[in-house]
């Protein structure tokens, strides 16, 4: 066998050539000269194959993983190593180096590219709904039948923040582009419905309450005649807040505590403990704020009566002695709740 391009016999043999006139015209690797990278200049996610994927990945990482995904690698190859490098960026041009070492036939070659990856700046379909302002759930921070107190709009404005923080990492679309400041509470635009109800269920935790959901046709797509919505999730806090006292099914309440789902406080008559769930809070009323305990000092003491003075007229006043206040000494002060003209004493 003779190679029918250089006429030298007893060499190795690809077809009709030599293995050194095949490897003269053969490559490894097959790159283009010229790659281009669309990325989003706000957040670095890059455009792969018509999809924005992986945000926020440095600039660098983005060339290596443009130039890894074109090259093309010959079949004849095997054990090859490919080394990857930036040149130098100039602007949005990068020009870099691809080297490959690999064994084709038995025999280890060496081979190099340049190549330059260029990166198009644009602003991806998610960024682009944020400087738009686009927004899809409107969260109504209110309080039943008050005004909400600074404080109160202070917590939630910090747990807005935070939830928004954590769901940044898994949507986009995790923003708040306007906060509307009305005098019967805050609407929080949010970016997404998906955050949007995350952050109404994070203030529920807070503050207990009841959530709904009202959504409202924006506009329809004629083509598909699908319509879009818009959400709007009213967060209703409860009127009463911790210590005050509440009616449920006929009971004064003293609130200890207000949960995600629930209430939980005192009997003032019995100083039983209830659970009052707050789906029920429709049926709960207020009946004394916390501000309107009062504090008396002790008379005297007897194993059925313990005498206070009314704070308002001091005049004595005789009352049925509880357990609980059986500890107390003559002197000590003591709390009380005036409802309806009765008094009320309390832990
Ligand atoms: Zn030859
Ligand atoms: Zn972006």
Redesign the pocket.
Known sequence: MFCIECGSENKQMVGEICIDCFLKEFEMIEIPKNINVEI?S??N?RLEEGKWSD?FIPEEEIIYRALERNIKINELVENEEINLEIDQIKGTIAECFVEVVGDVYGVTIDETHDTSVRILKT??P??SKLQSGYYESVIQFRADNREIKSEEYDKADEIVARTLEKQAKTDKLAYCPQIAKLKEGYDYYIGSLKTGRKIAEALKDEFGGIIKESPRLISEDKSTGKGLYRIWISVRIPEFESKDIIEYENKLIQVTDIGKNRVVGLDIKTNKKHNIPLKNMESIKLVKKSSEIETTTIISMSPKIIQILDPSDFSAVDLEMNEEFSDYNIGDEIKLIKIENYIYLIK
């Open positions: 989003c706000h957040c996610s945000s602003v991806c998610s960024c």
